[in-house]
């Protein structure tokens, strides 16, 4: 089965441009979350997708920030436009619905976004 | 890697020894803790969890300890191995939603 994934691993932009990450969870996994980890710091919290409903985002530091989960399947986060201080590690993880697997989130490998 | 521009505590330890990863968490309401391991250019991979009933879970060659009285979290690696080298994190999950991430610790298994 193939994990969480991620698109694209790496990538870097000029401050003021706008870059869209993509997420796929691990396929039937209505939970879909969104972290990052910024210079110097721990990981944070974003927003947490069920299905394609926005549960909760009270994480997205502001409204530069857009996510998006068309169809309840993949997710994209897209930033416009990029400042500085948005450089980090963006995850996706994803879990499944109910039960004990709904606290087991699974991580893709990330994004790096640098802005220069 | 992903760790430029983090600085984080590290744990160096002998391989074969025994290796002893602190967290502190920050709710009291938190009612599940993980641990994960973090492989360079890797994403979060889990170890093993411990609900808020419990006060110890043990898995293969690893062990959890919680202690709710003063919010500390403990991963106990038993008979490092190379393989083990990584960044740790603790995270705390409230009622199945967001995960609240500790600082992480970086351990290097010397040979």
């Known amino acids: 089965e193939a994990g969480v994934t991620q698109f694209p691993s790496h990538s870097v932009i000029e401050k003021g441009q706008t870059v869209t990450l993509r997420c796929d969870p691990i396929?039937?996994?209505?939970?879909l979350y969104w972290y990052r980890r910024v210079m110097g710091k721990e990981i944070k919290f974003l927003l947490h997708?069920?299905?394609?409903?926005?549960?909760?985002e009270s994480g997205m530091p502001n409204n530069r920030f857009l996510a998006e989960r068309t169809g309840g399947t993949y997710s994209t986060l897209k930033v416009q436009p990029a400042e500085l201080e948005d450089s980090g590690v963006y995850f996706c993880?994803?879990?499944?619905?109910?039960?004990?697997?709904?606290?087991?989130?699974?991580f893709g490998p990330g994004t790096r976004l640098t802005v220069t | 890697g992903e760790s430029v521009g983090l600085h984080l505590p590290t744990l160096s330890v002998q391989e074969g020894d025994n290796s002893i990863i602190n967290c502190a968490y920050s709710?009291?309401?938190?009612?599940?803790f993980i641990w994960y391991k973090q492989e360079s250019g890797k994403g979060p991979q889990f170890i093993i969890d411990?609900?808020?009933?419990?006060d110890k879970r043990q898995g293969q060659r690893v062990t959890v300890l919680l202690n709710k009285t003063v919010k500390h979290l403990s991963l106990q690696i038993a008979a490092t191995q190379p393989g083990d080298s990584a960044v740790y994190f603790c995270?705390?999950?409230?009622?199945?939603?967001?995960?609240?991430f500790g600082g992480g610790t970086r351990l290097m298994v010397k040979p």
């Open positions: 993880a994803s879990s499944q619905r109910s039960g004990r697997a709904h606290y087991e989130q699974y």
């Open positions: 396929s039937g996994h209505d939970n």
């Open positions: 997708f069920v299905k394609e409903s926005k549960q909760d």
């Open positions: 709710n009291s309401a938190s009612d599940y």
């Open positions: 411990i609900r808020s009933n419990m």
């Open positions: 995270a705390e999950n409230n009622a199945g939603n967001m995960l609240t």
